[in-house]
């Protein structure tokens, strides 16, 4: 940037007055954001698959609750096709805020959530993974820090290219439609009901304190909530 900022004060011709050049003005905005900007970053996952035929499914609970949570407080996403995922950012308590949804399919999210990490410099104790649990019953919420994938390949994609140490919301899906179902991949990428729909949103405003939590350092593992 201060290199940039050089080469094109260059070009235009930098005024007598430097206070009124527009470059320097933009340099010296830098430099204190830099300077005073002294929260942390978090970095919230809600995983899925992309594309309509997706929207409904259970295996994309982690997006739909993050679409929820993104509404509330007022963040918009926008597609950053050179990472793979949709991303919204704000402003918590001091911390900088980024919500992700991998747009790589559901198995590869760790790809992506590599890049971005990488990019921004979140260490893996600052990233909170939000997804579907078929060993939970639906609505079900639990939350962890690191330990076993426990079969989700999702996490298993994060953990294998962030590392240990990630914080996670697990929500059921379990219902007892799958037990007449031996296809656990038919099940997780089936429909969800109407009623199925009903029980999540009543979930949401307790996962949201989960995802407030986390942001605020208050984040621990447990069983029911």
């Not at 997706?54 to 982690?62: A, K």
């Not at 939970?136 to 639990?142: A, D, E, F, K, Q």
């Not at 994609?157 to 031996?182: C, D, F, N, P």
Request: glycine share 8%; net charge neutral.
């Amino acid at each position: 940037f201060l290199h940039g900022t050089h080469l094109l004060s260059r070009r235009v011709g930098m005024r007598k007055n430097k206070d009124e050049c527009p470059l320097y003005l933009l340099y010296h905005i830098y430099i204190s954001f830099s300077i005073h900007y002294t929260g942390s970053m978090k970095c919230i996952i809600g995983l899925g698959n992309p594309g309509s035929p997706y929207e409904r499914t259970r295996h994309n609970v982690g997006y739909r609750v993050l679409d929820a949570f993104a509404d509330s407080v007022s963040a918009s996403w926008q597609r950053k096709a050179s990472y793979r995922a949709s991303i919204a950012e704000y402003s918590h308590s001091g911390n900088k805020v980024l919500l992700v949804k991998p747009e790589a399919y559901y198995n590869l999210s760790g790809e992506v959530v590599q890049a971005i990490t990488h990019f921004y410099k979140v260490t893996p104790e600052d990233v909170l993974i939000i997804h579907d649990e078929l060993a939970l019953p639906s609505g079900t919420i639990r939350t962890r820090i690191g330990g076993s994938d426990a079969g989700n390949n999702g996490v298993k994609s994060i953990t294998s290219h962030v590392g240990e140490g990630t914080a996670r919301i697990r929500v059921g899906i379990a219902t007892t439609l799958r037990e007449t179902m031996q296809d656990d991949a038919e099940y997780v990428l089936g429909t969800m009901s109407p009623d199925e729909l009903k029980v999540l949103a009543d979930a949401q405003p307790a996962i949201e304190r989960s995802i407030d939590d986390f942001i605020s350092g208050r984040f621990e593992h447990t069983t029911h909530r």
